[in-house]
């Protein structure tokens, strides 16, 4: 009877270490929301367009990767931006497969999951001990990072529709800038590393010749050709990537 009570005593206290761990995450990476909203008015997107696809699309780094391949190119480069954001997007269906098992059944709870099924939410499941615990930090990452996220979106576009011609402060090129300051820190391995200087390599050769965008979905197969053959990574493991869990609830290490 003892030991029943002990396991539901610790059952409970990391229920409430994923409970705290999550809105912690979630309070820290709804700060970037307000640069996102900035710098999707400073692309040439309006207020409440840049409110819906932070609702909509609601993946960080496809938010980042769009505002920015349209700063650059303009409305002309919608497709090449669309299709730049679906192809960063397409982790959150690796990270689906992860997460399944931990959200429950049910078709309006998993129709909400896919939602909500982000770096921030999946690493925070993945590191707690328990299923109760992963569920419980899974979902209240994800909705604390939707609702924080949401909210300065729209402080940050209304920031910058404030600014007026935002040009004029040099925001027009910040998206690519935070869109590196994404990048940075999963450069931790030498293949990540020649995977970022070689498709950097060709989509700036590649930028005089082609329409904006077009050059960003080439290099994209950098990765693809270095994933597929796992040139200077880990042998046995594909990309190289690495087999240990987040430690914390900061993002995935790879």
């Known amino acids: 009877m003892s030991e029943i009570l002990a396991e539901k005593v610790d059952e409970q206290r990391q229920q409430r270490l994923a409970t705290r761990e999550g809105i912690a995450v979630g309070l820290a990476t709804a700060a970037y929301g307000v640069s996102f909203g ?6 040439g997107l309006d207020i409440w367009q840049t409110c819906f ?43 689906g497969m992860r997460t399944a098992p931990i ?3 049910g ?23 328990t299923p109760r615990s992963r569920r419980v930090g899974f979902w209240v990452t994800g909705l604390a990072v939707f609702i924080g996220w ?15 011609d935002t040009r004029a402060y040099g925001l027009d090129a910040a998206a690519a800038a935070a869109f590196v300051g994404l ?12 995977v970022a200087v070689a498709a950097a390599v060709v989509a700036a050769t590649l930028t005089p ?12 197969l950098v ?28 993002g995935l290490d790879s």
Do not use: C, H
């Open 38 to 43: 900035a710098l999707s008015v400073a692309a």
């Open 53 to 95: 696809i932070s609702v909509v699309m609601f993946s960080g780094g496809s938010q980042f990767a769009l505002v920015g391949v349209l700063a650059a190119g303009g409305v002309a480069a919608g497709p090449a931006a669309i299709a730049s954001a679906a192809l960063l997007g397409v982790r959150n269906g690796i990270y």
């Open 103 to 105: 959200v429950g059944t």
């Open 107 to 129: 078709l309006w709870k998993r129709f909400a999951a896919a939602w909500i099924t982000i770096d921030e939410s999946t690493a925070v499941a993945l590191a707690q001990p």
């Open 150 to 164: 949401n909210i300065t979106t729209l402080l940050g576009a209304l920031i910058g529709d404030a600014l007026g």
């Open 183 to 194: 990048l940075w820190p999963r450069l931790k391995r030498m293949q990540a590393v020649a």
């Open 209 to 220: 010749v082609l329409m904006p965008g077009l050059p960003v979905l080439v290099a994209a």
């Open 223 to 250: 990765a693809v050709v270095v994933g597929l053959f796992n040139w200077l990574g880990t042998p046995g493991v594909p990309g190289g990537a690495s087999t240990r869990r987040p430690s914390d609830g900061s």
